[in-house]
């Protein structure tokens, strides 16, 4: 499995708190997947299959079957997004704030069918959040249809959520008591930073000599094994400054 994903990046002191929260995981229940991604918040998933960054990096494909290399296919879609968020009508940076952990999706069915989030809400209003950064992902996926033939990946490789992803669905464990059992982490509030987008790839490992006269190696699950690039990062315009309320 191999996706583009694009997300809102936090500053760096939050991102670090996130990541603090994300190796906790891995160190208490043995959970791989929190540290599978960068600390981000995930907005949408991209197919990276026709710009062919999935196949093993630029100019890996015939190009009769390139419709674009994969660093012009980037580049593309980097200008369009600068563009796009640029202007008086450009969205800005949504002023969030951490509330609880909440899982997204379905624990018990499957691998990757559930995911463990840090929840999100709006600084000002709580509901606030959710068509701030549904905005922001409808933005990254009309240009990507419009400009280097990036269609919205579907099915998703894992449940969204407003809030910044720690982990995943993994073996039997119930992520739901994973949560109740993490301490409350300290509530943060911040603008967001910029619009990421981020490749990953699936590590395909390669038989043993002694293995291959027995068929095909197993893979791991995609998170054990993967590789992710940050493609493109693009600063968003600082959120208006908030009006002090008057005292009656």
């Known amino acids: 499995m191999a996706f583009l994903l694009a997300a809102l990046e936090p500053p760096t002191n939050v991102a670090r708190r996130v990541r603090e929260l994300q190796e906790s995981l891995y160190r208490r229940w043995g ?3 929190p540290l599978a991604l960068p600390p981000l918040i995930p907005l949408a998933f991209l197919d990276p299959g026709s710009s062919g960054i999935a196949e093993g ?22 200008e369009d997004l600068r563009s796009a968020l640029r202007g008086a009508a450009a969205p ?35 509901d606030a959040v959710r068509p701030e950064l549904a905005a922001l992902a409808d933005l990254v996926c009309a240009r990507a249809r419009a400009g280097p033939g990036w269609p919205v990946l579907l099915p998703l490789p894992f449940p ?20 109740s059992e993490l301490p409350p982490p300290q509530p943060l509030s911040f603008p967001g ?4 987008l981020v490749c990953v790839r699936p590590l395909h490992l390669e038989p043993l000599a002694a293995e ?3 068929g095909a190696v197993e893979q791991p699950p995609w998170w054990r094994a993967l590789v992710w690039e940050e493609l493109l990062n693009v600063p968003l315009k600082k959120p208006p400054r908030e009006t002090p309320q008057e005292s009656g």
């Open 92 to 126: 800005r940076a949504p002023r969030l704030r951490t509330a609880g952990l909440i899982v997204a999706g379905q624990t018990g069915a499957g691998p990757s069918a559930a995911a463990l989030y840090w929840e999100l809400a709006g600084e000002a209003r709580p």
């Open 57 to 78: 990096g630029p100019g890996t494909l015939p190009e009769a079957r390139q419709p674009a290399s994969a660093e012009r296919a980037v580049r593309l879609l980097g």
């Open 193 to 196: 930073s910029a619009l990421a």
């Open 212 to 214: 291959e006269s027995q």
């Open 160 to 179: 969204l959520h407003p809030g910044f992803f720690l982990a995943l669905q993994e073996s039997e464990l119930d992520l739901r008591r994973v949560a």
């Open 31 to 33: 959970l791989v997947s």
